[in-house]
């Protein structure tokens, strides 16, 4: 019988308790390494960069040109799938960007500073703070790892959420789903990207069979807000679950690698 070595590592060290730190010395390693076949000096917009170390946390590389690249598609996304629903970005008062990170979508609003009421929010204080400094056309806060967030009912005209979902337990994706539309405003928006169809083949058979009955497969749910938790979305699940209190406008698979879900409240 072949022995799968990476397999067994990985569950010799979940019983040794020493799984989740071993990936984030994983991490530590590759910003160490940074990717160094696109190097940045300086970013286009005239904005600062974050630092390696921060670029993994999000990205999972420590390459800035993808990261500058990756957060342009994203924005890119966002302002054409709106924009054919009739609510392009510029009419905002107000957005969202739940999960923020260091900046990697946010940092192309920019130029709707003016018109538009920018909001930032992440678990993560250090990212958080350098969003603070770096990117001062943008409001930032903090949030727990559980609900609530710092605004008020209807504060928003758009949420977004990218690569947020896919790092959650179910609880927790449950509970920040309705979190989500409390803070958007009726008529609303809310997009989100997930691992979806397009990630099927990454699966173990069982959970293979699990998203194929319509369940929410999830690794590692102790490391929720991790790169190393990872949560799978078959569509049924989105429409059954995520979707009871929103229309969904329109679900996008593999739009941005992962599916990207435009939901209005109702």
């Not at 709106?82 to 940092?107: N, Q, S, T, Y």
């Not at 896919?166 to 009726?186: F, M």
């Not at 990207?193 to 369940?215: C, I, K, N, V, W």
Request: proline share 5%.
């Amino acid at each position: 019988m072949k022995i799968d070595l990476r397999d067994l590592a990985r569950k010799t060290l979940q019983r040794l308790g020493l799984f989740g730190a071993t990936f984030r010395l994983h991490e530590a390693i590759k910003a160490r390494r940074q990717d160094s076949e696109e190097p940045v000096a300086a970013a286009a917009d005239g904005l600062p960069l974050p630092p390696a170390k921060m670029i993994v946390l999000v990205e999972g590389h420590a390459n800035a040109a993808k990261f500058l690249r990756g957060g342009e598609a994203i924005s890119r996304t966002i302002r054409t799938m709106l924009a054919a629903h009739g609510a392009p970005v510029e009419r905002m008062k107000a957005i969202l960007d739940f999960g923020c990170g260091c900046g990697r979508v946010m940092r192309h609003w920019q130029a709707l500073h003016r018109d538009v009421a920018l909001h930032g929010s992440d678990y993560n204080r250090t990212l958080v703070e350098w969003c603070r400094t770096n990117l001062p056309f943008a409001r930032f806060g903090v949030n727990r790892l559980e609900p609530p967030l710092d605004h008020a009912d209807g504060a928003f005209d758009l949420v977004y959420a990218n690569s947020v979902f896919t790092h959650l337990p179910e609880n927790l994706q449950l509970a920040w789903i309705d979190e989500l539309i409390r803070v958007t405003a009726p008529g609303g928006h809310i997009l989100v990207t997930l691992h979806g169809e397009s990630f099927r083949e990454s699966m173990t058979a069982d959970e293979q069979a699990a998203f194929d009955r319509g369940e929410l497969v999830v690794r590692y749910p102790k490391m929720s807000g991790s790169n190393l938790c990872a949560a799978f979305h078959p569509q049924r699940y989105v429409r059954e679950s995520l979707a009871r209190q929103l229309e969904i406008l329109e679900y996008a698979p593999a739009k941005l690698s992962q599916d990207v879900v435009l939901f209005r409240r109702k």
